[in-house]
């Protein structure tokens, strides 16, 4: 019996000491969501284009494939000698198409009457000096293009210019930001998040071949004029 007795106080107290080691209760508490403002700044900068990429191309047709592409390197060759000849570096000349196309000729019934082979060759140029461009068109189209797509005049190094139209839309959002919260009788607080793009797209002009087609040793008129580097960026500021 006393065996028994000991047996059942020793249960008794294990599972004392056991409740006594469980997990003791967890207080939860529950943060306010954090207030915060959201305001979007625009910062835009004016900058003079100071580079040009053309698009200059030679279209020669022959009923014989072989003279059509015979007549089409001549102009083509032409062209290129023109170009470097305004100190066009050879890296800024690059073919950009080269094909050979035959198409059925027809009567008025409808009739094939034979093929006559159209070949075209294109090639891209970036003109680092605009003092030079218009010269440069005129003289490549006495020289043989007969097909010039459009001119596209853009800025080679943006890096300051987009440095600044960052800081001014940081400014502008910044500012915005402390008039809400001066109207509202909140205090500004740390930047949460930001986030931001920039906007920038070359000028492009066309240009048909006849508005080229000047008087002899008259340069076609070109105006780079001006473009507009726009950032946008985005802040989110905690509210104290």
């Known amino acids: 019996m006393k065996t028994k007795t000991f ?28 207030r915060t403002i959201t305001v979007t700044g625009t910062g835009k900068v004016t900058i003079t284009p100071d580079i040009a990429y053309i698009s200059v191309g030679v279209h020669t047709e022959n009923a014989s494939a072989q003279q059509a592409v015979s007549d089409n390197n001549t102009q083509a060759q032409a062209v290129i000698t023109a170009i470097k000849g305004f100190g066009v570096a050879d890296k800024d000349i690059q ?38 461009l218009g010269n440069l068109l005129d003289t490549v189209v006495t020289s043989g293009a007969n097909n010039i797509n459009n001119i596209q005049f853009d800025v080679a190094d943006k890096t300051a210019a987009l440095s600044q139209a960052r800081q001014a839309a940081v400014t502008d959002a910044r500012k915005q930001a402390d008039e ?61």
């Open 180 to 240: 809400l919260t001066k109207a509202t009788n909140v205090a500004l607080g740390d930047v949460q998040t930001i986030s931001y793009y920039d906007t920038t797209a070359p000028i492009t002009v066309q240009y048909a071949k006849s508005d080229m087609v000047a008087a002899p040793a008259a340069a076609v008129p070109v105006q780079a004029g001006s473009m507009q580097i726009q950032t946008t960026v985005t802040i989110v500021y905690g509210l104290k």
């Open 95 to 132: 073919t950009t198409n080269f094909s050979i196309n035959p198409q059925q000729q027809t009567d008025a019934n409808g009739k094939v009457t034979g093929i006559l082979y159209v070949v075209d060759n294109t090639v891209y140029v970036t003109v680092r000096n605009l003092t030079k």
């Open 7 to 34: 047996f059942l106080i020793s249960v008794l107290v294990l599972g004392t000491l056991l409740a006594a080691c469980g997990p003791l209760p967890v207080a939860v508490t529950t943060q306010p969501p954090q």
